[in-house]
């Protein structure tokens, strides 16, 4: 800081050296927000001359991009002019960039003239001087800009867009491709250029094409032609592109947004050239990381940052490896600063004042000793661990993380050690040549000598050059009798004698024993010794030189035999001379002393399953015992070799374990398997091995798989699966992904740019399907109908072709094609029916018997006939026939269309061959014209649905109209299904006010011109109830219903039938006559003809017997309302008069009673008397004196009226009166009165009731119920509020709520008192919930309120869970076991389950169970429940869940049953106890041990069975094993055999030796003894087996070690330093092998101490400086520790004094109360804090009192 002060006052100095100018204003506000604009600063001159230099300074601003829609910031200077009259006119101005003359002038060009105007001296600033340029446009001048967006800045960019940057962040690509097209390979790619390329250049020279294709980060894939000139955007980029006769130009400035791959395309018959070059951005490169936290959270810390390897197209961290790759990418090296400099809490603030790191030293790296050197000689490496450690305060190193190090190189962890040359084989000069003449001899002496020049071992030995070679003298030789080589007597001859006798020095290095000592002792046998060297006689010196025993071939002679000095008894013994000589010789033995003996048997060969003991025979001391050397005894003497059988128990069960196989993968992570089974040797003279089960061997099994080669793969090409063939023969096109993967070690897969891989990627496309397809046939179009009427035919031809591998298509022979029948070449046809003489030919033609009625479905049915001609108005899910009826026309010639379109059978609509077409089950998509023709004829029927509440549904593809009614159905289900007709009706025909044009548009569709006469005649009120009823609420019944009607249809719709019918004349007329009404008179009359309609039509339906009702007189003075008072009016009149006439009653047909409901309003006849029919609400106010309520029902047999109120039956009284008339009369109603009065009309028939409220002053009333419903098989309930509902789930289920009140109540629901918002179910008050679950289980209110007050009733759903088994177990399992842990258990089910026991035993049996309510749980045991059963012992546990049978024996074999039940139903699980016994049973023998001999047994078999069956003997573990002994067999002798001995043991422990055994051929008699037999009578019965094989083949290795090295290795105590010396592994000829090689061989120690003069230190420390305070807790001390040599008492680096604790630097000091009697200083550093002015802070104010107090 204080620098900076200092230089900015340099600075000013400087500039104010030649005037007075006051200091420098603040910056403007800049001139753009975005896109880089200025800003500038002013100072004033306070001379009064003036100043030099100027007094203003710009800087740039905002240097970030604008946001595209932004637009260019000299337009919209421009356009700002555009309001501004132009000499009187208005202009859009557009701007003129890049003017050469004055850049910064503001010029602009009308829109679509040539006129140019400068309509301001100069922009904005920060205007862009010219548009491919950051230099700027500032008060008029354009001053220049560096890429790095500073004023007068020459910085630019280098060819990879850095600013000034060097180019190290991208590579030049360039090239040149030469096309290599051809008729099959007709586009080629040139160049792939990466995401980010820039400077793109490609030149094409020829006839093709170029064109590109592109794939951006996000996977887009896209291709652009490049067909004309021009400059484009492909995927954001942007691309110029030029295009001549003979060549072709692409630019593209970058950077690229997406992947880019340039492809040529066929186009000329030569050859094209492509020339290329671009700048591709190295994708992997170096950022540096912010700092790393700080080493210390106060008082001083440090803090580096590191460097990360980032992959900019994917904006991720990646692998440091990947930017290794680029040798341009330099790891930035860290940064390193202080941290943290605020003062601890409990210091003083000393490290602020202080050096940073005087007592806090930075972190260091420290290495570890260097390895053994990889290579003895020649050359090798050596590493070493370098870690990061700190020392703290006390001198305690810790290890730390290494960015903390990074201020510093890190040491080498890897140097080359060993660099001398490896010993090399040094051969002297020849010596002369032995022989004088002719051929001879000569040799040499060959060394092994290392780099210094000492003869040493550790040379090859197969690189040893010869050390004899022959030599020819040229004088011949005259003594042929000689033998060749002839050698010179002298000094050779007296060599080669003593080579004879034993061994005499020569050039060749051999072992010389010398002379043998004396013997041991004086008499009798001793020992004589003697030293074997090995030498060579060095001929250039004449003298011997002794060499290591691996220099000399060839076997070493003895240095140790047996001598004889005569008998001790002191008698002359008397020998023969040849004793004598063989004594002297020290050849045989003493015969009297040594001889051989048999001494026990060697161990046996085998453990089990039969070996071999072979007999020891030893050469003994007759006089000792002692053993002694076999060469003493008399070989021939020998005795026999003896040889007996051994342990021929069976082997016990053993793993066999095969070799591992090869490794799956040889990289990722692989697996090897092995074979593994349980083998059981029986006998291993017969070979008889049996394969066991895994479980009877008891050792772990090893393991049969383990993985292999667990590390990274290389990144390779992966391809996927080929897919299908484009073609199923003729030559097709497969394709499959080849996509760039690495293999991990951990088996996953990481995905890599292409570039990763090798070049060679694997095809993605090949042919295939490549052979001829089978012939087929072709076929034409048919012929026109060879006769105009009557029968004629239509012929089509056909032609036999195929399909080749090449694509290409051939007309081949029609013999190559199967067989072709004859219906498919010529059919039958008939356009008409041919006039017959005589009579005109129209009456001839084909008809169709039409009828024009217009149909209405009401009810439910399964399936409805119609005849073509009409319309049909239908409910959805109703099968439909329509019937074609023809005349002078064969049926299987009619066709049928729809819409327009030909129909042909399916699933959903059947073409029959008659001339019926039949739709199964309607859908809203079967709504249209369905037309059938007969030749010429023609006819139609249009069908329409009917939705909910029987409103019109759309017709099918008219969007318009659907969502109109989209629109207006939330309206229908607000306002019911009047409203929803009303929307309905103002959208068609004549009822609609609207233009002539809309009435136009309206009726075009012909099949919907009825649409609004139905909607208004379903509009009409007086419908029984179901007609209004939803057809999706009816379809649940349907789907159980069995007949074709509706079997839960209401009594009261018994007189309605499935569908009305009008005569289409009818309603023809009344379109006719609306349309001719004026529009203000047209709605009334539409009403009247409307009712006429209704009341005929469904009069001619309800008594077709009778007469025709008169029609109802409409006053005109009167607004029309519905039909049905005028309906009820007729029907009670024609009731009355039939049942007046009791004869018409007796021929009427039998029907349902039906309640006739009248809508219109109760009669008030005066103010104490009110008279109302049914459907009516009665509201009693105080001065109501009567009630009467009146119900009008009609049925035959006449049906019985009776009342209830509130549901229960009425009792009648002097105040309540039953009517001659079935009316109910309330005389002087009260509060009790009030409620729902139903009246219930009954016949034998069936029954019909209509219900009326009276209320209180118009409160609120509900009807109520209080029954419980429970339901578990009906797939829809209803019920009235106030009820409990328990149901099982997926049934739809309605709430009823009818209120009643005047004014009329609002009704609204609730769910567990939370307010149900308006959901969709809801329906004129009554609750809908379908497919309920128990998430809709609750109590459900329906609150009705007036403005009279609001009443509340309640209804409880409980979603009933029948006993079912649950799907998880695990429960009822750990009741089990906590019940009984060391019980047997079984769980019961449905179909059964079985627990085997043993008699005596307990048992628990579980009955798994769910369901809600919880089910209740019963038991039976056989057929009649628990309790009752005798002679059972139990106890039922966990809520009955468990039952417990104790004592179980043979009679309680009986089924056990539990029932679980609840009001959803019931479930019964059934379990038995099986009560056996497991036993041994002794079986057959087992097979004999042996064949032969006297070891031969068989063992009785015992087998564990249950019911006669065996099982596995696991069963009998607690059974009691019968004693069983084995029985002899096969006691007699054996045949002649071979046996063999053990392997010896092999002659060379390594490099390949021999082991021998020996071969006898033996007789093993029936007692046991073998004994040997001529080996002839064996080589007749077998081959005789080796007796000797090849072992240890492996190498001879052995631990090599270099010799130690210097004594510099780090100190380890007082003088004491560790010496290190390289231990290799190496074979004997001295290869240099791995060092697992030799692992089984002790390995020498490659470390030792030794004695080191540069690790005479210790640690010296000085004294401690004054106390920092005199006073107080914050007083520390300090003092110099450091490291010095003893001798020299200087200072040395500290590592070496490391192997003794380092003394503390520093400590705390004068640590008692500060008097604060006097304002005095308490630290020594008081006047740096004066200097540096901290006084004002509070915690210097009190340690610095008296300095601070004088400042």
Not at 314 to 333: F, G, I, L, T
Not at 409 to 416: A, D, E, G, S
Not at 1263 to 1273: A, G, Q, V, W
Not at 1475 to 1504: F, H, K
């Amino acid at each position: 800081m204080l620098g900076f002060i200092s230089s900015s006052r340099t600075a000013r100095s400087e500039e104010d050296r030649d005037g007075l100018w006051d200091a420098w204003g603040p910056w403007s506000e800049c001139s753009r927000t975005c896109g880089g604009g200025a800003s500038y600063s002013l100072r004033r001159c306070l001379s009064s001359k003036s100043c030099e230099g100027r007094n203003i300074r710009y800087r740039t601003c905002s240097n970030v991009d604008c946001p595209p829609e932004a637009g260019d910031f000299r337009a919209q200077q421009c356009s700002a002019h555009n309001d501004v009259k132009h000499h009187g006119q208005f202009y859009e101005w557009l701007p003129v960039s890049n003017d050469p003359d004055n850049p910064c002038s503001l010029k602009c060009q009308a829109k679509g003239t040539t006129l140019v105007v400068e309509l301001a001296p100069k922009v904005l600033d920060g205007t862009r001087c010219y548009t491919e340029s950051l230099d700027m446009c500032i008060s008029g001048l354009c001053q220049i800009v560096g890429c790095d967006h500073q004023l007068g800045s020459t910085a630019k960019e280098d060819n990879c867009g850095v600013c000034n940057g060097d180019g190290s962040t991208c590579r030049l690509v360039r090239g040149q491709y030469k096309s290599q097209l051809s008729a099959t390979k007709l586009d080629d790619t040139v160049v792939a250029i990466p995401y980010g390329s820039r400077h793109v250049r490609l030149v094409l020279k020829g006839p093709d094409h170029l064109f590109l294709e592109t794939k951006t980060l996000q996977g887009v894939k896209g291709e652009s032609s490049l067909s004309i000139t021009g400059s484009f955007l492909v995927d954001n980029s942007s691309v110029d592109f030029q295009k001549f006769p003979d060549k072709e130009i692409l630019r593209m400035a970058g950077p690229l947004t997406a992947d880019f791959i340039v492809k040529i395309r066929d186009a000329g018959p030569t050859d094209s050239t492509v020339q290329f070059i671009f700048y591709q951005p190295i994708i992997h490169r170096w950022r540096e990381t912010d700092f790393f936290p700080c080493s210390a959270t106060c008082g001083g810390g440090y803090q580096l940052t590191s460097a990360e390897c980032y992959d900019l197209r994917s904006n991720r961290m990646v692998a440091d490896q990947y930017c290794h790759y680029y040798p341009e990418n330099v790891k930035p090296k860290p940064k390193l600063q202080e941290c943290n400099l605020d003062p601890c809490p409990a210091s003083d603030g000393y490290k602020q004042i202080m050096p940073y790191d005087l007592y806090h030293p930075l972190p260091r790296w420290e290495a570890t000793p260097w390895t053994a050197c990889s290579s003895s000689c020649g050359g090798g490496i050596q590493s070493r661990a370098v870690s990061c450690v700190e020392e703290d305060i006390q001198g305690h190193v810790t290890s730390v993380e290494e960015w903390k190090c990074m201020y510093t190189p890190k040491m080498p962890i890897v140097q080359p050690c060993n660099i001398f040359d490896c010993p090399k084989w040094l051969a002297q000069e020849w010596s002369p040549c032995t022989a004088t003449c002719g051929q001879g001899l000569r040799y040499r002496v060959v060394l092994c000598m290392d780099h210094r020049g000492m003869h040493t071992g550790g040379c090859s030995p197969k690189t040893k050059p010869h050390i004899k070679e022959e030599c020819i003298i040229p004088t011949p030789c005259y003594k042929p009798k000689e033998k060749l080589p002839v050698e010179a007597k002298l000094p050779w001859f007296k060599q080669a004698q003593e080579l004879e006798e034993g061994a005499v020095v020569s050039e060749e290095a051999s072992f010389i024993p010398e002379a043998w000592s004396a013997c041991t002792v004086t008499c009798g046998v001793g020992t004589q010794v003697r030293t074997v060297r090995c030498q060579v006689l060095l001929s250039f010196s004449q003298s011997v030189a002794d060499l290591p025993a691996d220099e000399c071939e060839g076997p070493r002679p003895a240095s140790q035999r047996a001598c004889y000095a005569g008998p001790c008894s002191g008698e002359l013994a008397e020998w023969t001379p040849e004793e004598k000589q063989g004594l002297l010789g020290g050849l045989q033995d003493v015969d009297e002393l040594y001889d051989w003996e048999y001494e026990g048997f060697t161990k046996c060969s085998e453990s089990c399953g039969g070996g071999v003991q072979e007999a020891v025979v030893s050469c003994l001391n007759k006089q000792t015992r002692e053993p002694a050397e076999e060469s003493l005894c008399v070989t021939s003497r020998r005795p026999p070799q003896l040889l007996k059988s051994c342990n021929l128990d069976p082997c016990p069960a053993r793993w066999e374990i095969g070799k591992w196989s090869a490794c799956s993968l040889t990289c990722g992570v692989g697996l090897q398997t092995r074979a593994v089974h349980c083998s059981h040797l029986l006998s291993r003279e017969l070979n008889e091995t049996v394969m066991l089960a895994d479980e009877l061997c008891h050792e772990p099994k090893p393991s049969t798989v383990q993985a292999c080669n667990r590390f990274n793969c290389p990144p390779a090409w992966y391809p996927g699966q080929w897919q299908p063939c484009s073609r199923s023969c003729g030559g097709g096109i497969q394709k499959r992904e080849v996509v760039c993967k690495q293999r991990m070690a951990d088996g996953s897969f990481l995905e890599l740019p292409e570039t990763f891989c090798p070049a060679s990627k694997l095809p993605s496309q090949q042919a295939c399907r490549k052979e001829d397809c089978p012939s087929e046939w072709l076929l034409s179009d048919w012929t026109e109908c060879s006769k105009s009427c009557g029968e004629g035919t239509q012929t089509r031809s056909a032609i036999c072709r195929r399909v080749l591998k090449t694509g290409i298509s051939t007309i081949v022979n029609s013999t190559l094609c199967p067989p072709l029948a004859f219906s498919s070449s010529i059919r039958p046809c008939m356009l008409a029916t041919c006039a017959r003489p005589g009579r005109p030919s129209p009456k001839h033609s084909p008809h169709i018997a039409a009828v024009r009625k217009v149909y209405i479905q009401t009810r439910r049915q399964k399936k409805l006939h119609f005849v073509v001609g009409g319309f049909a108005y239908l409910l959805p899910k109703t099968s439909v026939v329509l019937r074609c009826p023809t005349r002078r026309f064969r049926k299987p010639l009619i066709t049928w269309e729809k819409d327009g379109q030909h129909l042909v059978s399916s699933a959903h609509v059947t073409v029959a061959p008659f001339g019926y077409l039949k739709i199964h089950r309607l859908q809203p998509a079967d709504a249209g014209v369905y037309a059938c023709s007969a030749g010429p004829a023609r006819e139609q029927l249009v069908i329409r649905l009917l939705g909910a509440n029987r409103k019109l549904g759309a017709r099918t593809g008219s969007w318009s109209r659907r969502r109109e009614e989209e629109a207006a159905a939330p309206m229908a289900r607000k306002g019911g299904a009047h409203e929803a007709l009303r929307t309905h009706k103002h959208q068609n025909g004549v009822f609609a006010h609207g233009s002539k044009a809309e009435k136009r548009a309206l009726s075009a569709d012909p099949g919907s011109r009825y649409d609004d006469l139905v909607a208004r005649l379903l509009e009409q009120g007086g419908w029984p109830g179901e007609l209004l009823a939803p057809w999706e609420t009816q379809d649940s019944a349907e789907r159980n219903a069995s007949s074709e009607e509706d079997p839960h249809a209401e009594p009261a719709l018994v007189h309605l039938p499935f569908t009305l019918v009008a005569e289409q004349q009818r309603l023809d007329d009344i379109l006719g006559n609306l349309s001719q009404q004026p529009d203000e008179l047209r709605d009334v009359y539409s009403k009247h003809l409307v009712a006429q309609l209704a009341q005929d039509v469904f009069r001619g339906h309800l008594e077709p017997s009778e007469p025709r009702l008169p029609l109802v007189a409409i006053p005109a003075d009167k607004p029309v309302s519905s039909f049905s008072s005028a309906l009820r009016t007729a029907a009670a009149a024609t009731a009355s008069a039939s049942g007046e006439a009791a004869g018409t009653a007796s021929r009427r047909p039998q029907r349902k009673p039906t309640i006739l409901r009248k809508i219109s309003a109760a009669q008030q006849l005066s103010a104490s008397e009110v008279v109302t029919h049914l459907g009516q609400t009665v509201a009693l106010a105080s001065g109501t004196l009567s009630v009467l309520l009146h119900c009008e029902a009609v049925g035959n047999p006449r049906p019985t009226i009776s009342w209830a109120r509130n549901g229960e039956e009425v009792q009648f009284s002097s105040r309540i009166l039953l009517q001659p008339d079935d009316s109910l009369q309330i005389l002087a109603p009260v509060e009790a009165d009030v409620g729902f009065y139903t009246c219930n009309a009954t016949n034998a028939l069936g029954y019909d009731s209509v219900s009326i409220a009276v209320t209180l002053a118009g409160k609120p009333l509900v009807k109520t119920s209080r029954l419980t419903i429970i339901n578990t098989e009906e797939p829809t309930i209803t019920a009235d509020i106030g009820s409990t509902i328990q149901t099982v789930q997926g049934v739809n289920v309605t709430i009823n709520c009818q209120v009643a009140g005047v004014p009329e109540a609002e009704i609204t629901w609730f769910r567990n008192k939370i307010k149900l918002a308006s959901p969709p179910h809801l329906h004129e008050g009554s609750l809908l919930l379908t497919n309920v679950s128990s998430s809709d289980q609750g109590i459900y209110s329906c609150r009705a309120a007036n403005l009279h007050g609001e009443l509340t009733e309640n209804t409880q759903l409980l979603i009933l869970d029948p006993p079912q088994v649950p799907m998880q177990l695990e429960h009822i399992r750990a009741l089990l076991l906590a019940t009984g842990p060391n019980l047997p258990s079984v769980l019961m089910s449905p179909l059964g389950a079985q627990l085997v026991l043993d008699p005596g035993n307990s048992a628990l049996l579980g009955c798994p169970i769910q369901g809600h309510p919880t089910p209740n749980i019963t038991w039976f045991y056989g057929d009649q429940p628990i309790a009752t059963a005798t002679g059972l012992e139990y106890r039922i546990l966990a809520a009955g869940q468990i039952l417990q049978v104790a004592n179980l024996s043979g009679g309680s074999q009986r089924e056990f049953r539990c029932l679980a039940q609840n009001e959803a139903g019931m479930l019964v699980q059934k379990a038995s106890l099986v009560i056996q016994e497991y036993w041994w049973s002794v079986d057959r023998l087992g097979t004999c041990s042996a064949s032969c001999g006297n070891r031969g047994i068989q063992q009785p078999r015992l087998r564990c069975l249950l019911n006669s069956t065996e099982v596995s003997p696991a069963h009998c573990a607690g059974k009691v094993r019968p004693a069983v002994q084995p029985v002899a067999c096969n006691r007699r002798d054996c045949p002649s055999r071979w046996m063999v001995t053990s392997w010896s043991a092999c002659s060379r422990s390594c490099g390949g030796g021999v082991q021998t055994r020996r071969v006898t051929c033996q007789k093993l008699k029936a007692s046991g003894i073998s004994i040997p037999v001529p080996n002839d009578i064996c080589i007749q019965l077998a081959k005789r087996p080796v007796d000797t094989q090849a072992c240890n083949q492996q190498l001879c290795v052995e631990w090599a070690f270099s010799s130690w090295g210097q004594c510099n290795g780090p100190c380890i105590g007082p003088r004491l330093a560790v010496q290190h010396r390289q231990v290799f592994c190496q074979t004997r000829d001295g290869v240099t092998l791995a060092s697992e090689q030799c692992s089984a061989l002790p390995r020498p120690v490659s470390t030792q101490n030794c004695w080191s003069e540069a690790c005479s230190v210790h640690w010296r420390v000085s004294l401690w400086t004054l106390c920092t305070a005199t006073c107080g807790n914050y007083g520390f001390q300090s003092r110099r520790v450091e490291c010095v040599h003893v001798r020299t008492n200087k200072a040395v680096p500290e590592h070496l004094c490391s192997w003794g604790p380092r003394p503390a630097n520093w400590q705390r000091c004068n640590i008692t109360p500060c008097e604060n009697m006097e304002c005095r200083d308490t630290t020594r550093y008081c006047e740096k804090v004066k200097q540096l002015k901290l006084c004002r802070l509070s915690p210097f104010q009190s340690r610095c009192c008296g300095t601070c107090g004088k400042a």
